[in-house]
């Protein structure tokens, strides 16, 4: 799906599988404009989590959106475990929208397109969350995360050079920052973390540890 921008002058690609509405938005306000932005959470107690975030630019432009979550809103199992994760990337979204100058309507549709894929009931019981957590646990550490093999052929699909098909040590000659961003500020932006794209994470993370760079440098 495309989303015309009124402030780009342009579409925007949605692709169904390749990335989350959410991880598009946040790939074009970080590398597609001069925009920065900030959180303020204004609610946060047992029965809600709301947060106000703010988009501006040496324009003047400026936008606020707003996310809340709560019991009622939150579907998915593992979103209701991390409330204020969700509150903060549906303010974000809101934000975005109108600062971009996307058509809400179109994007919440789309949005919720893909609540629902994320939320179709499968043949496994779910279980209890914390159940879960504790039986990972006490799988031994090489269990839980298979080391990535041949890491500098792995091939990269996030981060702002995707669509290129880099490799992780063609990256790190063209665009450190972006391995950087992959490596550290991803990883904490994005949860849950699919597996290909995981596999991604630990390579850049790798790749940085392996040649000497500070892997707990954030970049915004």
């Given amino acids: 799906m495309q989303l015309y921008s009124e402030l780009l002058n342009r579409n925007i690609d949605f692709p169904e599988k390749e990335s989350s509405p959410h991880e598009i938005l946040d790939h074009v306000i970080r590398y597609e404009t001069d925009a920065e932005f900030d959180f303020e959470p204004f609610i946060c107690d047992n029965a809600r989590v709301s947060v106000r975030c ?14 809340e979550a709560a019991e009622a809103n939150l579907r998915n199992p593992i979103a209701k475990s991390y409330p204020i994760k969700m509150a903060i990337k549906r303010a974000f979204d809101d934000a ?30 779910i279980g209890d969350p914390a159940e879960k957590v504790r039986e990972k646990a006490t799988q031994p550490a090489q269990e839980q995360r298979k080391p990535v093999t041949n890491y500098e052929d ?14 992780v040590a063609q990256l790190a000659e063209k665009d450190m920052d972006s391995l950087l961003y992959i490596a550290n500020t991803f990883p904490r932006q994005i949860s849950p973390i ?16 392996e040649h000497s ?6 970049v915004a």
């Fill in 54 to 67: 703010r988009i501006w630019d040496k324009t003047g432009r400026e936008v606020r959106g707003f996310g």
């Fill in 194 to 209: 699919s597996g290909p794209r995981q596999e991604q994470v630990d390579a850049c993370q790798r790749w940085l540890k």
């Fill in 213 to 218: 760079h500070t892997a707990g440098k954030n």
């Fill in 96 to 125: 975005a929208v109108y600062y971009l100058g996307l058509p809400a309507k179109d994007y919440k549709l789309l949005f919720e397109m893909e609540e629902q894929q994320s939320n179709k009931p499968t043949d496994e019981k």
């Fill in 154 to 167: 792995v091939i990269i699909t996030i981060g702002r050079q995707k669509g290129k098909n880099y490799t």
